[in-house]
């Protein structure tokens, strides 16, 4: 994770497969493709049959799972499998997933990506109920409500936990014999459909069900169950449809470049981007510059469209550990230097665009934005592929405070003198929209402030641990003609 990337961070990874002796082996496979969606913690879960195993750890995949004898420790046939970046509830061992609790049922294990908006509230009730709480997520909360529904059956209990849920939510349960997959009304984030000889795989991205050899069958979609079992699947909505609210951050920049996300290839879309922001905002220079590595899609776009070279002249070092992301300012700035070195004997003397995914706090920007002067850039331009960051987000991705957004703060022509740019240009909102196929499905509300949902804004990192606090609701934002349309 490069300085910039830690900034904003990531959620949560979902793999599943169920079918197969190999089901564990397969699954660690799929998670090492979703590592980039959190590097805190990973784990899997299995069932043979009769009973649900469990093996998780704080780390990397490979740091997790490399001295274990995944077939021995993880036995059966099916499997579920998380990596893990800390939205709600701190980074501790007890907060890893997947989570697995006895139920009256019997054993059942969840892995969840997303933030449920009424979990202060949800969590409130339970407590005065008598419930008493293992951990600090969110995710928790979902065994809970399914231990406590009168349901007989257990899809009928899991569709009625499902239904209490406010917010962001792709997950995957397994039991002894079957495997469950939901994703939110909304389609916060992405969840897809993918076969592997016969067999059912679960997957936040299309990049993990490559790794594993499956094939693409399309989104699980908003508002659906998939019950799986040795014998058949079954797909089902279990709630009623809402407007789509896609989280556009999942193509501007968290999912892999390799993926389909929300069927839309990332890969094209942030290309898209660039030529979009080449249209918008032209200026003259000598080269186009990416900054690491997910502005390289959006710099390339820009200079097809603009003829403008494109010169990968920042190069990042991938070998530099975790110690490196600090909460520190000073160690922040220093990381960034480390992270990415510019090419001195190609930036001396040139004008430069340089092309980012995003500004959040402006910090590693301005550092980079020196260290380019340094190297003897004449004059620094920057583009960002994504419209100003000004408001928080409550559905699982981790900006900084609002106070800490720069685009909060700053107008555009400040935050360029504050960077020491020589022009700065954001994508429009409508360009953006327009790159990502002009439909209104998708969540902007970091840019808009307009909310898809109501949301409690006491739910900041950690609000379940502090417990519940003043609840202010954000109105959730009317339809738009085309939602109404659709
Ligand atoms: S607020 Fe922003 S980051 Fe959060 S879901 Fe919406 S688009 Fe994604």
Redesign the pocket.
């Known amino acids: 994770m490069s300085p910039a990337e830690a900034e904003k961070k990531e959620h949560c990874g979902v793999f599943a497969i169920l079918g197969t002796p190999e089901a564990s082996l397969i699954t660690r496979i799929g998670l090492q493709a979703l590592q980039h969606r959190g590097e805190e913690a990973a784990g899997i879960a299995s069932t043979d049959g009769r009973q649900v195993y469990l093996h998780t750890g704080e780390g990397l995949v490979k740091d997790v799972f490399e001295k274990v004898d995944i077939p021995a420790k993880l036995p059966g046939f099916a499997a579920i499998g998380h990596t893990r970046y800390s939205v709600t509830g701190a980074p501790s061992a007890v907060n890893v997933q997947p989570l697995v609790v006895e139920l009256a049922r019997g054993r059942i294990a969840i892995a969840h990506n997303g933030n449920l908006t009424n979990s202060v509230a949800l969590k409130k009730q339970m407590e005065a109920d008598g419930a008493i709480f293992q951990s600090s997520i969110d995710t928790e909360l979902i065994l809970h409500l399914i231990a406590r529904s009168k349901k007989h059956e257990l899809k009928d209990a899991i569709i009625e936990a499902l239904n209490q849920l406010e917010g962001?939510f792709s997950l995957a349960i397994l039991t002894a014999d079957a495997l469950y997959a939901a994703r939110d009304a909304h389609g916060?984030r992405p969840l897809c459909l993918g076969e592997l000889k016969g067999m059912r795989v679960i997957a936040s991205e299309t990049s993990a069900l490559d790794l594993v050899g499956a094939a693409y069958m399309g989104e699980v979609k908003p508002g659906e169950l998939l019950t799986i079992t040795k014998n058949q699947w079954t797909r089902e909505p279990f709630t009623v449809p809402r407007p789509e609210?896609s989280?556009?951050?999942?193509l501007i920049y968290f999912a892999r470049p390799d993926s389909l996300v929300f069927d839309h290839s990332v890969y094209r879309f942030r290309k898209e981007l660039g030529r979009t922001l080449a249209a918008e905002a032209p200026v003259e220079a000598d080269l186009v510059v990416p900054v690491p590595d997910s502005g390289f899609m959006a710099a390339l776009g820009f200079a097809e469209a603009t003829g403008i070279p494109f010169e990968p002249a920042i190069v990042r070092n991938h070998y530099v550990g975790r110690t490196f992301i600090q909460p520190s300012q000073e160690i922040r700035e220093a990381s960034v230097r480390i992270k990415l070195n510019p090419i001195r004997h190609i930036l001396e003397g040139k004008r430069v665009i340089i092309i980012d995914d995003s500004i959040v706090r402006g910090t590693t920007t301005r550092e980079r934005v020196r260290s380019l002067r340094e190297a003897g850039a004449k004059e620094v331009h920057m583009r960002v592929s994504c419209p100003p960051i000004r408001?928080a987000?409550?559905?699982?991705?981790d900006f900084p405070d609002e106070k800490n957004l720069i685009a909060n703060t700053y107008s555009v022509e400040d935050t360029a003198k504050y960077l020491n740019l020589d022009s700065l240009a954001y994508i429009s909102l409508a360009g953006m929209h327009r790159a990502a196929g002009g439909k209104n499905r998708?969540?902007?509300?970091?840019?808009t402030g307009r909310y898809p949902t109501q949301v409690d804004r006491s739910l900041r990192k950690d609000a379940l641990e502090k417990g519940a606090q003043q609840m202010e609701l954000e109105q959730p934002r009317p339809p738009s003609p085309e939602e109404k349309k659709d």
Do not use: K
Request: hydrophobic share 30%.
């Open positions: 962001s916060f609210s989280c556009i951050f999942e408001h987000c409550y559905y699982g991705i998708y969540c902007d509300a970091c840019f």
